[in-house]
């Protein structure tokens, strides 16, 4: 994977595993100036995670808009997660390549205006709507997950409470990203990324507790991918929350 960040970040990053490999971007957080790395970067993409520790600044906003162009000029698929949503809020557009939005309900808020209903088919009929006008899948994170590209919807029931720790999302979006970069259909790769997200944490749950951390999923994930079916004797003991 390459991961475009900020020089000190990018440092730290590459401490991590061998198998990232950092582009170190000048300054303390995105902007116009490092469009000429991060067109470096892209040459090597088949699809783009934009979001996890982003930074609300309005220089990264203007940067973004310039990725995204860059993004749609090279026919790459995008996920857009938490900074990455609030600042594409701002000047949201249906773009002219695969668009998956991941959202939580604060989030789901500053990006569509609208505040989520508590009936379940409520919500699942908003998001279906919001998914048509964007052109995109939205994958709603939730208690129940709501995933829809504007025509079909899924809903998935995995994951738990523990899940709300900050950095579980980030690896939700890791996963869907990775199945994008494979080529899968957009839908699918969100639905699928839920799914198995959900699971590892479910894992989790039932090893150590609410007391998880987001990287205690990762050992997870491959074992959810080799053995679907291994997460149903686990999530009977595992409730789902409010």
Known sequence: AYIAAPEKTAQAISTMSPSLITFKLEGDHLNRLNIPVIRRCLEKATAVVVGPGLGLHKETEEALKEVLRIVEEKGIPVLLDADGLKAFANFKRRLRVPLVLTPHAGEYKILTGDTLPGKLKDRIEMVRRAAQELNAVILLKSNVDVISDGVRVKLNFTGNPGMTVGGTGDVLSGIVGA?????????????????????????????????????DLLEWIPRVIDDPMSHVKVRRSVPRGL
Not at 182 to 201: K, L, R, S, W, Y
Not at 204 to 213: D, F, N, P, Q, S
């Open 179 to 215: 199945f994008l970069a494979q080529g899968a259909d957009p839908f699918n790769a969100a639905v699928a990324g839920a799914f198995i997200n959900g699971a590892a944490g479910d894992f989790v749950k039932a090893e150590k507790g609410y007391h998880m951390l987001p990287t």
